[in-house]
Antibody
Framework: QLQLQESGPGLVKPSETLSLTCTVSGGSISSRSYYWGWIRQPPGKGLQWIGS???????YDNPSLSSRVTISVDTSKNQFSLKLSSVTAADTAVYYC????????????????????WGKGTTVTVSS | EVVMTQSPATLSVSPGERATLSCRAS??????LAWYQQRPGQAPRLLIYGSSTRATGIPAKFSGSGSGTEFTLTISSLQSEDFAVYFCQQYNDWPRTFGQGTQVEIK
């Protein structure tokens, strides 16, 4: 059974860089069938897609965040990571990692389509 | 980006009744639309993809329909575990975007 687990600091100071890692267990991050992504949810609000990565290292990200976002993958550790620079209080949120379907039926979605497996999420607070 | 608008924001339903949730896209997303359920303190769970295909393990009480810009999620005979927030998400265009959610609460 595939599981994803987010890890990283729960508190980050303003202007610093948020760094999170997602560890995949019960399956291989090198599978050709999936992308791997990050989604966040500010307190009491909706979901925002941050970006995704393929096992080759190809990345796709949200233009509203792309200047600050770096997503990377380490296939040897079955992990992928998120770095978000120059954080402010507006980046306070629960951060989820998720598996994105690449192909469904006869359609393929470069960068990933819907998310079929999610981590439990990790809360990151930006505060001095 | 494609703006997803869900209505209503809150839906009050009695146990055993049916709930109908709506999701509208600002431009056509074909059938590239998913629905998720989020219970308090939990991660979202995939319910529906391709507008109408139930995900693995999702009971038949959940059904989705629509294409283009108008979509509907129907939940029949609500039980206590179904009272949650439901999000729609389009994966037809970049960036992937979600609706703001519909809270289904006990009437």
């Amino acid at each position: 059974q595939l599981q994803l687990q987010e890890s990283g600091p729960g508190l980050v100071k303003p202007s610093e860089t948020l760094s999170l890692t997602c560890t995949v267990s019960g399956g291989s991050i090198s599978s050709r069938s999936y992308y791997w992504g990050w989604i966040r949810q500010p307190p009491g609000k909706g979901l925002q897609w941050i970006g995704s990565i393929y096992n080759s290292g190809s990345t796709y990200d949200n233009p509203s965040l792309s200047s600050r976002v770096t997503i990377s993958v380490d296939t040897s550790k079955n992990q992928f990571s998120l770095k978000l620079s120059s954080v402010t209080a507006a980046d306070t949120a629960v951060y989820y990692c998720a598996r994105h379907i690449y192909c469904s039926g006869s359609s393929c979605y470069t960068g990933g389509g819907y998310m079929d497996v999610w981590g439990k999420g990790t809360t990151v607070t930006v505060s001095s | 980006e494609v703006v997803m608008t869900q209505s209503p924001a809150t839906l009050s339903v009695s146990p055993g009744e049916r709930a109908t949730l709506s999701c509208r896209a600002s431009q056509s997303v074909s059938s590239n639309l998913a629905w998720y359920q989020q219970r308090p303190g939990q991660a979202p769970r995939l319910l529906i993809y391709g507008s109408s295909t139930r995900a693995t393990g999702i009971p038949a009480k959940f059904s989705g329909s629509g294409s283009g810009t108008e979509f509907t999620l129907t939940i029949s005979s609500l039980q206590s575990e179904d009272f949650a927030v439901y999000f729609c998400q389009q994966y037809n265009d970049w960036p992937r975007t979600f609706g703001q959610g519909t809270q289904v609460e006990i009437k």
